[in-house]
């Protein structure tokens, strides 16, 4: 554990200390991602549509699901959810294994992505729900040591994400163009959006 940096998830409408500079590290624009095998499975023609497939909820009150349906006039009524988990890492494991759809952002499932155990649901752009943000609080070596190489690691991965982006498109227009406009705001800790994917 390293002293002297903190990192937080951002969202809306609990506001972060005006007074602190919180640097921008990625902004967090979530999608439905879903296993290749339950998309497969849809016998109607109804699959791809997001109210006909399970969701997973990974987030307390659903908050982030709520956003994204505002966000694209979807009522969260019609979405039927049908496990809950405390952390994003077992939601997307759960999600590679066919339990459902999640909501997350590329550069947490980017990997998945790449392997093809997880693939954007189709027709569904991703939206801005919040953004991802530390704060440097030592001048300590090992601190700037660290904010310099998650900075490197944040960029290596946007790089990854977006060529999975653009290779997704190729393929038939798996990955939209993020939405932008919503305010970010403070939700929890960020080392439980799966850490080890996004920086290890």
């Not at 497939?53 to 694209?72: H, I, R, S, T, V």
Request: hydrophobic letters at 40%.
């Amino acid at each position: 554990m390293i002293r002297g940096i903190s990192a937080r998830r951002t969202r809306s409408f609990a506001t972060l200390s005006c007074n602190i500079y919180w640097e921008l590290l990625k902004r967090d624009s979530s999608r439905p991602v879903v296993s290749p095998n339950l998309l497969a499975k849809s016998s109607d023609g109804r699959g791809k549509a997001v109210q006909y497939l399970p969701a997973l909820q990974c987030a307390a009150g659903n908050w982030d699901w709520k956003l994204w349906c505002e966000a694209l006039d979807i009522s969260l009524a019609e979405l039927s959810f049908a496990h809950e988990f405390d952390t994003d890492d077992a939601a997307l494991h759960a999600c590679v294994a066919g339990l459902g759809m999640v909501l997350a952002p590329p550069i947490l499932t980017a990997r998945e992505i790449r392997s093809g155990a997880l693939v954007a649901l189709p027709g569904y752009e991703p939206v801005e729900i919040g953004a991802y943000r530390y704060q440097r609080r030592s001048e300590a070596r090992v601190v700037r040591q660290f904010c310099s190489w998650l900075d490197a690691k944040t960029q290596r991965l946007n790089q990854d994400c977006r060529a999975t982006a653009d290779g997704a498109r190729s393929l038939g227009g798996l990955c939209g163009a993020a939405k932008s406009g919503v305010p970010q705001h403070d939700r929890h800790g960020f080392a439980s959006r799966k850490a080890d994917n996004l920086l290890w």
